[in-house]
């Protein structure tokens, strides 16, 4: 193929008497003349070639037939009010809604829709007031993080003068009087934007006055990447601040309103493990903890206690990892993972056992949020063949009932799930979901794709997938590993992929490769590798080190220069909690070991690649994918197409609406239709 020009700079950099070669430099800085054009030539190369497949128009025409239906988003309680998102099925941005009640009448609150003429500007996140009278809700344009704020008046459906910027990361906390809330913002640089190169600072929003009157209540000064965050308890007296750098361990700080006191009291102080707040009984506070547990507890602190540390295990360590815990209606509701698989106990709020919540099936429920005098709460659940559903939950009889369920125009009992349990390199035993037809025969021929993730405790469970069902429908098995890095078995399990024992991902990833072709579900060429972000790392990862195990990989926004990666910003800098940083001579040499930039060898023949990113994408920087990209087109010793798609209009992903959902999607399985050999 005749890929664009991309010159070959001379940067070499010394890593601890190491020198390390980085020709592609100069595409780091992703807003020059050069790299304009570089985007759209490559453009030009791949979206022809994508298109040129003869299935193309008809995958996509499938897309969209699939992806009109109806679905909910589970229901935000406030006041008397319920706040839920919508979407009638081929709409680009979900609808937010309000009704009085959960069986009464809803109207729109806010429609995203109506912000740009192409859908791009989404609805990041909405807060209620604790009164329902105000809604506080962020937008992004075009995929960055970095966030706008606004309140609606909920009666009128108008928004207030009010407007934050300089945000990204944060929620907002309202006052109890209904008339401010509490947020973290970064300062604001010479060029009039927020400066993430900074940390945040908590700052109090009074309705009606300019963000430049903002009283800032907290900043960390004895520390350069600590950030704080702020939560207001439910009763108004406490502001928690909850204090982040990196992803393995957190501080928990809070004032005493009720005093008037402006001292700032570390109550978790000591980076030994993570310390989510769940809510307070007066001075007594809730928290969901690893610490002495890697699998996750439930611990109360009195914060009035005399002596000792006034600590109280209230859900003691289990087998089953606890992913999630909230107090709401007296209770504690903990969501647990077993194989991957969502559990969820009800607890009294002193530690009792109470109750199991009976799912519909073997899969993923989420939610259960909501206030200590509660008496309902609500949460969602799916798997691989069903699609997200909401229920009720009675918080005094102990049942559930629907609230919502999805339709689809598909029949997907013909699709059987199973988890399969296979041995990484090191014996390390790795489960594994199979989702594909009933039919499926075990000859080898089966196009598979393995999709991967394993980073930042992010565990991979069951979820129904619109653009899955179409890769079933074409014959396709889906694969997905539960790799070390990830919360499937807890905080040991996410410690044992990170750091200077990333490479154990990697490995586990190559393994399950390796499993599905020992075991007849497909062959190197027809098996294809999938991931985003981390993910992308982890497709990069593979195919550098074992290019002749597959037959085609998509790397998506991948974190792919691991030595220069802290670079891009003070947020990306936070990722070294799982990473480590090529400043340090031990993780340098890790880093180094795998750099997908980095391991890239000239004549050697490397699958078919599609490398798609955004040149919005803020979170992880375009030029790892601009540099990954250049250096497979230079290095690559035979036919096999290296193709570079970048959207123009889009960031890390959120907030993409639908219609660049689905021609990504479509562009993704006419990539593999034509290199897999399936047209």
């Given at each position: 193929?005749?890929?664009?020009?991309?010159?070959?700079?001379?940067?070499?950099?010394?890593?601890?008497?190491?020198?390390?070669?980085?020709?592609?430099?100069?595409?780091?800085?992703?807003?020059?003349?050069?790299?304009?054009?570089?985007?759209?030539?490559?453009?030009?190369?791949?979206?022809?070639?994508?298109?040129?497949?003869?299935?193309?128009?008809?995958?996509?025409?499938?897309?969209?037939?699939?992806?009109?239906?109806?679905?909910?988003?589970?229901?935000?309680?406030?006041?008397?009010?319920?706040?839920?998102?919508?979407?009638?099925?081929?709409?680009?941005?979900?609808?937010?809604?309000?009704?009085?009640?959960?069986?009464?009448?809803?109207?729109?609150?806010?429609?995203?829709?109506?912000?740009?003429?192409?859908?791009?500007?989404?609805?990041?996140?909405?807060?209620?007031?604790?009164?329902?009278?105000?809604?506080?809700?962020?937008?992004?344009?075009?995929?960055?993080?970095?966030?706008?704020?606004?309140?609606?008046?909920?009666?009128?459906?108008?928004?207030?003068?009010?407007?934050?910027?300089?945000?990204?990361?944060?929620?907002?906390?309202?006052?109890?009087?209904?008339?401010?809330?509490?947020?973290?913002?970064?300062?604001?640089?010479?060029?009039?934007?927020?400066?993430?190169?900074?940390?945040?600072?908590?700052?109090?929003?009074?309705?009606?006055?300019?963000?430049?009157?903002?009283?800032?209540?907290?900043?960390?000064?004895?520390?350069?990447?600590?950030?704080?965050?702020?939560?207001?308890?439910?009763?108004?007296?406490?502001?928690?601040?909850?204090?982040?750098?990196?992803?393995?361990?957190?501080?928990?700080?809070?004032l005493d309103l009720q005093l008037g006191s402006t001292k700032v009291i570390h109550l978790f102080d000591a980076w030994d493990?993570?310390?989510?707040?769940?809510?307070?009984?007066?001075?007594?506070?809730?928290?969901?903890?690893?610490?002495?547990?890697?699998?996750?507890?439930?611990?109360?602190?009195?914060?009035?206690?005399?002596?000792?540390?006034?600590?109280?295990?209230?859900?003691?360590?289990?087998?089953?990892?606890?992913?999630?815990?909230?107090?709401?209606?007296?209770?504690?509701?903990?969501?647990?993972?077993?194989?991957?698989?969502?559990?969820?106990?009800?607890?009294?709020?002193?530690?009792?056992?109470?109750?199991?919540?009976?799912?519909?099936?073997?899969?993923?429920?989420?939610?259960?949020?909501?206030?200590?005098?509660?008496?309902?709460?609500?949460?969602?659940?799916?798997?691989?063949?069903?699609?997200?559903?909401?229920?009720?939950?009675?918080?005094?009889?102990?049942?559930?009932?629907?609230?919502?369920?999805?339709?689809?125009?598909?029949?997907?009992?013909?699709?059987?799930?199973?988890?399969?349990?296979?041995?990484?390199?090191?014996?390390?035993?790795?489960?594994?979901?199979?989702?594909?037809?009933?039919?499926?025969?075990?000859?080898?021929?089966?196009?598979?794709?393995?999709?991967?993730?394993?980073?930042?405790?992010?565990?991979?469970?069951?979820?129904?997938?619109?653009?899955?069902?179409?890769?079933?429908?074409?014959?396709?098995?889906?694969?997905?590993?539960?790799?070390?890095?990830?919360?499937?078995?807890?905080?040991?399990?996410?410690?044992?992929?990170?750091?200077?024992?990333?490479?154990?991902?990697?490995?586990?990833?190559?393994?399950?490769?390796?499993?599905?072709?020992?075991?007849?579900?497909?062959?190197?060429?027809?098996?294809?590798?999938?991931?985003?972000?981390?993910?992308?790392?982890?497709?990069?990862?593979?195919?550098?080190?074992?290019?002749?195990?597959?037959?085609?990989?998509?790397?998506?926004?991948?974190?792919?220069?691991?030595?220069?990666?802290?670079?891009?910003?003070?947020?990306?800098?936070?990722?070294?909690?799982?990473?480590?940083?090529?400043?340090?001579?031990?993780?340098?040499?890790?880093?180094?070991?795998?750099?997908?930039?980095?391991?890239?060898?000239?004549?050697?023949?490397?699958?078919?690649?599609?490398?798609?990113?955004?040149?919005?994408?803020?979170?992880?920087?375009?030029?790892?994918?601009?540099k990954f990209g250049a250096a497979l087109q230079a290095a690559q010793g035979c036919a096999n197409p290296i193709i570079v798609?970048?959207?123009?209009?889009?960031?890390?992903?959120?907030?993409?609406?639908?219609?660049?959902?689905?021609?990504?999607?479509?562009?993704?399985?006419?990539?593999?239709?034509?290199?897999?050999?399936?047209?």
């Amino acid at each position: 193929m005749n890929y664009p020009s991309a010159v070959r700079g001379d940067q070499l950099d010394d890593y601890h008497g190491v020198g390390v070669a980085d020709p592609y430099r100069w595409m780091e800085a992703v807003d020059s003349e050069e790299i304009r054009r570089w985007v759209e030539q490559q453009n030009a190369l791949a979206q022809p070639y994508l298109e040129s497949v003869a299935r193309h128009e008809s995958i996509k025409n499938r897309l969209t037939e699939l992806w009109n239906y109806e679905r909910f988003s589970v229901p935000v309680k406030e006041g008397e009010r319920y706040f839920f998102e919508r979407n009638d099925g081929l709409q680009d941005q979900s609808v937010l809604y309000v009704s009085e009640g959960p069986e009464q009448t809803s109207r729109v609150l806010v429609d995203p829709n109506s912000f740009s003429w192409d859908a791009t500007i989404s609805l990041s996140q909405f807060i209620p007031s604790p009164d329902a009278s105000k809604l506080a809700y962020s937008v992004s344009d075009g995929g960055t993080d970095w966030d706008i704020w606004r309140v609606r008046d909920v009666n009128t459906g108008e928004d207030l003068k009010d407007e934050l910027r300089n945000t990204k990361f944060t929620s907002v906390s309202w006052n109890r009087d209904n008339q401010g809330f509490y947020y973290s913002r970064y300062p604001q640089g010479p060029d009039g934007k927020g400066d993430d190169s900074k940390q945040v600072s908590i700052h109090f929003h009074r309705l009606g006055n300019p963000q430049e009157e903002d009283l800032q209540v907290f900043s960390i000064t004895d520390h350069p990447t600590r950030n704080p965050y702020p939560e207001l308890t439910q009763d108004g007296r406490y502001l928690i601040i909850r204090v982040s750098d990196g992803f393995n361990t957190n501080g928990i700080y809070y004032l005493d309103l009720q005093l008037g006191s402006t001292k700032v009291i570390h109550l978790f102080d000591a980076w030994d493990a993570l310390y989510t707040f769940l809510g307070n009984h007066g001075p007594l506070f809730f928290f969901q903890t690893t610490r002495d547990a890697p699998n996750g507890r439930v611990i109360a602190v009195d914060t009035d206690a005399r002596s000792g540390d006034g600590l109280k295990e209230i859900v003691p360590e289990g087998e089953q990892v606890l992913e999630v815990a909230t107090l709401v209606g007296g209770r504690i509701i903990a969501q647990y993972l077993e194989h991957a698989q969502s559990v969820v106990k009800v607890f009294g709020i002193g530690g009792t056992f109470e109750a199991s919540v009976a799912l519909p099936g073997v899969g993923t429920a989420e939610g259960f949020a909501g206030h200590l005098d509660d008496a309902e709460t609500f949460y969602s659940y799916t798997d691989f063949t069903t699609p997200v559903a909401v229920y009720r939950y009675d918080l005094e009889t102990g049942t559930s009932s629907l609230f919502k369920k999805a339709t689809v125009p598909l029949d997907t009992s013909i699709f059987v799930t199973k988890q399969v349990f296979f041995e990484s390199q090191d014996g390390t035993r790795i489960p594994m979901f199979l989702v594909h037809h009933e039919d499926a025969a075990l000859d080898g021929q089966n196009p598979t794709l393995l999709y991967g993730y394993g980073g930042f405790s992010v565990a991979l469970t069951p979820q129904y997938r619109t653009d899955w069902m179409v890769w079933l429908e074409l014959g396709g098995v889906l694969a997905m590993p539960n790799l070390r890095g990830g919360s499937e078995y807890g905080e040991a399990w996410h410690l044992a992929g990170t750091k200077l024992q990333k490479q154990n991902v990697f490995d586990d990833f190559i393994a399950a490769a390796e499993w599905l072709i020992q075991r007849g579900y497909t062959s190197p060429k027809k098996l294809a590798i999938q991931g985003r972000s981390n993910g992308g790392l982890l497709v990069g990862a593979a195919m550098t080190q074992r290019p002749e195990l597959f037959g085609a990989t998509l790397p998506a926004v991948g974190v792919l220069d691991m030595l220069r990666y802290h670079t891009a910003s003070a947020n990306a800098r936070q990722w070294s909690s799982d990473y480590g940083l090529s400043e340090q001579a031990e993780e340098f040499k890790a880093l180094y070991a795998y750099s997908p930039y980095h391991n890239v060898s000239q004549g050697t023949c490397y699958p078919p690649t599609l490398i798609t990113t955004g040149d919005h994408d803020d979170r992880v920087v375009p030029w790892h994918s601009y540099k990954f990209g250049a250096a497979l087109q230079a290095a690559q010793g035979c036919a096999n197409p290296i193709i570079v798609r970048i959207e123009t209009r889009a960031g890390h992903g959120a907030g993409k609406p639908t219609w660049m959902r689905i021609e990504d999607v479509a562009n993704h399985w006419a990539f593999l239709i034509r290199v897999l050999g399936l047209d």
